[in-house]
């Protein structure tokens, strides 16, 4: 029933979740360039807790799927991501800090999955409501880079730590506060398969290979995008607000994702949302100095990220069974660690050698990939219904 949704409880925690890759996507190569490290390094530290996405989401999704023990270990990856970023203040070495971003992003990258599906359960037959919960997380990113941005004109960015602290006792906080709940078995959902059999149907691994071509495009926006627009002049208040901008085109987005899924199919929102994107980073790399064209190509994050992202969750709830939900989530947690990985290394080596342009360009090409082989290996289906998110 609707009224018992915990709304927001589960708000509270993708608010506090993304206001932390909204502290770290803008900012912590800021930080580390503030420490002294060249482009190569920076694109390496900042490489290290997506490549942790490669590991760390399989072995908890997994876990989680045979325990049924998601909630647990949702506290545990929270707690254990505080503990370990903690460290961050002993010492501020290359190889030190590059062992505080692998510690910490294990733990951080058990906890998304895993939450995704016990927030779906708690949906069950709402599930076309996902992106009015999810939209909180939007909210929280936004809050933490225009604060943080605000803040840094105003204190060292040797304060940056402590914010981060901040806001990961806000998820440990946020992760006790959420009551548990389990996917409900589907009928013939047991039948399906095992997770390996699954991922043999048709269009499957053509989505999560259009998935980490995705998040590969997306390397030098997350590394970068903070750097290029301070070389380009614009003092990190206004680079705070226009990352705020992109999240709220992606709020805006959410707001009315359900009755887009009703009306166009997944392969359709994916389709567009790659296209988009492959147009966006070209905008970004050649005409960031005219405000007007920034300005365009930060609302179209509703498509890069917002369009993107719901789709691919509900493309995973429709295409595995009860008991692979777990895996489901983290194989795409996987693949957008490995993409966004490569994405932010290609991007450290690339911004000094071929410049901001080429760097862009070849996140488009990247993009421009996934829209082709979406479109010629994902099968039509029908759009979202009552029926068939339930």
Do not use: K
Not at 103 to 127: K, M, N
Not at 159 to 183: C, E, H, K, R
Not at 209 to 232: D, I, K, R
């Amino acid at each position: 029933m609707i009224h018992a949704l915990p709304y927001w409880r589960l708000s509270g925690f993708y608010f506090f979740y993304f206001a932390l890759l909204g502290a770290t996507a803008p900012f912590l190569a800021l930080y580390f360039d503030h420490l002294g490290f060249s482009p190569a390094r920076i694109g390496e530290l900042v490489a290290i807790p997506m490549l942790m996405r490669c590991l760390a989401p399989n072995l908890w999704g997994w876990l989680g799927d045979h325990t049924g023990q998601r909630l647990l270990i949702v506290r545990l990856g929270a707690l254990c991501t505080l503990v370990c970023f903690a460290g961050i203040f002993i010492s501020h070495s290359y190889a030190w800090l590059a062992l505080i971003m692998a510690a910490h992003a294990f733990f951080w990258h058990a906890v998304l999955p895993q939450f995704e599906v016990i927030t779906l359960a708690h949906l069950r037959e709402q599930a076309a409501r996902y992106s009015q919960i999810r939209l909180w997380g939007s909210i929280g990113f936004i809050v933490a880079v225009v604060g943080l941005g605000r803040l840094f004109e105003w204190l060292s960015l040797d304060a940056y730590p402590w914010a981060l602290i901040l806001i990961m006792a806000g998820i440990v906080a946020g992760s006790f506060w959420v009551p548990n709940a389990q996917p409900l078995l589907r009928p013939g959902s047991a039948e399906q398969g095992g997770f390996l059999r699954q991922l043999g149907r048709p269009g499957i691994l053509a989505f999560y290979a259009s998935v980490g071509l995705m998040q590969l495009s997306n390397g030098p926006y997350y590394t970068f995008l903070t750097l290029h627009l301070e070389a380009l002049g614009y003092s990190r208040g206004v680079i705070g607000m226009l990352w705020a901008l992109g999240v709220v085109a992606e709020i805006l987005l959410f707001l009315i994702m359900a009755r887009l899924l009703e009306r166009y199919s997944l392969r359709a929102v994916l389709l567009a949302s790659f296209l988009i994107t492959a147009v966006r980073w070209l905008l970004l790399g050649n005409l960031a100095d005219q405000l007007a064209i920034l300005l365009l190509a930060q609302c179209m994050h509703a498509a890069t990220f917002g369009a993107f992202h719901a789709a691919s969750i509900h493309f995973i709830q429709r295409s595995f069974a009860d008991r692979q939900q777990g895996q489901g989530q983290a194989l795409y947690a996987t693949l957008a660690g490995i993409g966004g990985a490569l994405g932010a290394l290609y991007a450290g080596y690339s911004w000094s050698s071929l410049g901001p342009a080429w760097t862009f360009a070849l996140a488009s090409l990247a993009a421009l990939a996934a829209a082709v082989i979406i479109a010629l290996r994902l099968p039509p289906e029908r759009p979202l219904t009552s029926a068939s998110t339930s």
